[in-house]
């Protein structure tokens, strides 16, 4: 079982992207061939620096290592190295029609929002049925909002297959539901474009300026505190077995401790669970050869694969070598 998923190398994460995405790949590495690949050439639809494009692919594939993705496990690569990927992707360009990318909400939504829009931007789903269509991933773990672009993708592989046969796997999306969603510092949903967020990799005094924020009700120190419904408590049980929930809902309903109090236990379960993982960021930070070494690894490998994919493929659309 193929699973396959590209990340978006853009900017800090929050703790929103750990517990809705980051966690499941890498308890997915477990148990299943699990590629993931750094989507850059997706990021120059509307990244023109060329600095920060390559910083952002090097700081992409440290912070999933940091967090937990075992090079031994995973094939981890960043997509710009295996070429093979645009050819196919113009290939399927001719298996697309316009309209099913017209209607693509993600497309949409940008353009509604004024966003200048250019032929990448909308071209880019078919790079993304490209990327798994390549590799015959047969499950893509996606964020709800990428769902729409695997079903382009299993649309163009229908309408290949029914012209050459059995080329490709039809992937089948996998959302988590397990996880609800995080709550930001004000109560809504996480988000980088709500400003609302609390990130992973941050310095202790960061984190403390971050939590502080937290939106809290306005019970007096003494007073018993519902738990239910608190911003702080909600986001403390991320980090929780049962009885650690039980011992801070005993704590809320005891009185006697002020917000500020579980503001700082909820600082110490993030120090301590992201502990291990800003160290190994430190790390990596200063061993950039040894990231681009696992990248190498990885690209070699995808690569094989590439190349007998693309064989075959263009023998049927008639490329003749
Ligand atoms: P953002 O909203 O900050 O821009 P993205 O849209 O880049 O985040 O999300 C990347 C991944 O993290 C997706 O798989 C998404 O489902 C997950 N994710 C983002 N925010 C949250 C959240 N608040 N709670 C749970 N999962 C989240
Ligand atoms: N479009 C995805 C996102 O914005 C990233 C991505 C690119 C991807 N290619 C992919 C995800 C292939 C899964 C499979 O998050």
């Known amino acids: 079982m193929r699973v ?3 990340i978006q190398s853009s900017g800090a994460l929050h703790i929103g992207n750990y517990f809705g995405a980051i966690k499941q790949m890498v308890e997915l590495q477990e148990n299943s061939d699990l590629f993931i690949f750094i989507a850059n050439y997706h ?10 494009v390559r910083q952002n692919t090097i700081d992409a594939a440290i912070t999933y290592l940091s967090l937990g993705i075992d090079p031994n496990k995973v ?12 050819e196919l992707y113009w290939i399927l360009s ?28 909308f071209s880019y789903p078919v790079l993304m049925a490209a990327d ?3 590799y015959d991933a047969n499950i893509v773990p996606v964020g709800k909002d990428q769902i729409q672009h695997v079903e382009i993708t299993r649309d163009i592989a229908i309408k290949f297959n029914n012209e050459h046969g059995d080329i490709f796997t039809l992937p089948k999306f996998k959302t988590d539901d ?29 984190l403390k300026k971050q939590v502080n924020k937290i939106v809290t009700d306005s019970a007096t120190l003494e007073e018993p505190k519902e738990f239910d419904g608190c911003n702080v408590y909600n986001l403390c049980k991320l980090f929780l077995d049962e009885d650690g929930e039980k011992e801070l809902q005993d704590r809320y309903t005891k009185g006697g401790e002020g917000h500020g109090h579980f503001k700082m ?45 693309m064989k075959k493929i263009r023998e049927v659309v008639g490329i003749y070598r």
């Open 265 to 309: 236990h909820l600082v110490d379960l993030i120090t301590t669970h992201f502990n291990e993982a800003n160290e190994k960021r430190e790390y990596y930070l200063n061993n950039t050869n040894e990231v681009l070494e696992i990248l190498d690894d990885g690209a070699k490998k995808a690569k094989t694969i590439a190349e007998e994919k």
């Open 43 to 52: 990021s120059l639809t509307s990244l023109k620096d060329a600095t920060a």
């Open 132 to 134: 798994i269509l390549l």
């Open 75 to 86: 094939t981890m690569w960043a997509q710009s190295d295996v070429k093979e990927v645009l």
């Open 4 to 6: 396959l998923t590209g």
């Open 94 to 121: 001719g298996y697309t029609p316009m309209g099913l990318l017209e209607r693509a909400h993600s497309y949409k939504d940008k353009v509604a929002k004024g966003i200048n829009a250019n032929h990448a931007l």
């Open 178 to 206: 397990t996880t609800s969603t995080v709550p930001g510092i004000d109560g809504q949903k996480m988000s980088k474009s709500y400003g609302n967020t609390i990130d992973i990799f941050n310095s202790k005094k960061s």
